[in-house]
Nanobody, 128 residues
């Protein structure tokens, strides 16, 4: 089991940057693929980015590709989301999630149903 805590959200002007962090408890962080999702008011939760256990496979939503970068540090039990060139439409609550369902070290998934554990979320607000 893993407990996830996000941080780094806040208010930023359009074009600005934020770096989200997600700290995981437990000694098995490296056995989980990790993902970032977001949910805006009145909308469904959507996939943002994901990274495999070994960091070798990374996928992004088309809407953030080229602007966001996901990374992980297994020695610190932390996954990051660097967000640059932020837009008002990036405003949402951002969640990190852990997925232990894949068998391969380079496994990664865009589907939220594959993720077993979720953080409480951190608010990102981008003003125009």
């Amino acid at each position: 089991q893993v407990h996830l805590v996000e941080s780094g959200g806040g208010l930023v002007q359009a074009g600005g940057s934020l770096r989200l962090s997600c700290a995981a408890s437990g000694r098995t962080f490296s056995s989980y693929a990790m993902g970032w999702f977001r949910q805006a008011p009145g909308k469904e939760r959507e996939f943002v980015a994901a990274i495999s256990r070994n960091g070798g496979s990374i996928v992004y939503a088309d809407s953030v590709k080229g602007r966001f970068t996901i990374s992980r540090d297994n020695t610190k039990n932390t996954v990051y989301l660097q967000m640059n060139s932020l837009k008002p439409e990036d405003t949402a609550v951002y969640y990190c999630a852990a997925d232990n369902t894949g068998a391969l070290s380079n496994y990664v998934s865009r589907s939220p149903v594959r993720y077993d554990y979720w953080g409480q979320g951190t608010q990102v607000t981008v003003s125009s």
